[in-house]
């Protein structure tokens, strides 16, 4: 039906930019107001688990959580918090710079919600993940929710597995490991086990890659954050980012903040600035462009 969403929702004909985007399409986004909610828990009710495949319960990447608890004694960040994904914000990104029924490209999948989502709003979704575990329960997920258009998720490592495809896509879209913020196993393969010199290397390598395999004039985007390294000093992964895909020959196009929930941030504050370190409260949205943006929709297949 013309006016009901893919939830059920009676769509209010009167244009207004919430109409047209969902969401503002301003450079802050907020995931803590009420549309972002209420939006977020609508995708959730699918029966999205993201954090199926990995054995911890959840935080939200790019905050100072994960360090706080890694710090406590007898931490094992394998056996605790991990990062999940917005729905919300995988849907934005897809509907304001994917063509419809556009194919994604995704070398750092993780866990099940940027493909469920590519798929059930109908586009194509190549997710490469290292962990076998992880990859077995996002098509599991695939199946119970996007059942007549399942995601791809194939296993091994980006940098390798790379070099065999010979297909291209229509957008690129992920998040990488924040550096060692989140150690998801011990394979040596993995970037949050390797030293910054290495991870840098490695990282640009698979940005080089996944952009040779990106259609002309079309959009890739990685959500970044900077966080600290052991000795509390910042990282810039933000910069680093943008260095790796202006190399591969892509524009810097728009830089978006993603504002966080505030959660514990207001109780790690007080203790945080006995250090002077302020509680890191958003992530870095990157979006760059291959070729011409204003041929993105023009030329769509």
């Not at 199946?143 to 091994?156: A, Q, T, Y």
């Not at 290397?201 to 890659?209: A, F, G, L, M, W």
């Amino acid at each position: 039906m013309k006016n009901i969403d893919l939830f059920g929702n009676k769509i209010i004909e009167k244009t207004s930019l919430k109409n047209e985007f969902l969401i503002p399409p301003f450079s802050i986004l907020d995931t803590a107001s009420g549309d972002w909610q209420n939006r977020k828990k609508m995708w959730k009710s699918l029966g999205i688990k993201s954090e199926v495949g990995r054995k911890s319960p959840s935080i939200i990447a790019g905050t100072d959580d994960y360090r706080k608890i890694k710090n406590k004694k007898g931490y094992d960040n394998k056996d605790n918090y991990v990062s999940i994904f917005d729905p919300l914000l995988c849907e934005l990104m897809y509907k304001w710079f994917v063509p419809k029924g556009g194919s994604i490209l995704d070398p750092f999948a993780g866990g099940s919600v940027r493909g469920i989502v590519s798929n059930y709003l109908d586009y194509r979704y190549t997710g490469i993940e290292l962990r076998e575990e992880q990859v077995d329960a996002n098509f599991q997920q695939g199946i119970d929710i996007c059942s007549l258009n399942n995601p791809e998720w194939i296993c091994g490592d980006s940098d390798k597995m790379l070099n065999f495809m010979d297909k291209k896509f229509d957008f690129i879209f992920s998040c990488p490991p924040y550096y060692d913020l989140e150690v998801y196993c011990d394979d040596e393969d993995d970037l949050s086990n390797m030293s910054y010199k290495d991870f840098n290397y490695k990282y640009e390598s698979i940005i080089d890659k996944s952009s040779h395999l990106l259609k002309n004039n079309r959009f890739a985007c990685f959500v970044v954050g900077n966080c600290r390294n052991k000795d509390g000093y910042m990282m810039d992964l933000v910069g680093t980012t943008i260095k790796a895909f202006e190399k591969a020959g892509l524009k810097f196009y728009n830089d978006i903040v993603l504002k966080n929930v505030v959660g514990s941030g207001s109780m790690r504050a007080m203790g945080n600035m006995k250090y002077k370190k302020v509680v890191k409260m958003h992530q870095n949205v990157l979006v760059f462009v291959k070729g011409n943006p204003k041929e993105v929709f023009n030329n769509a297949e």
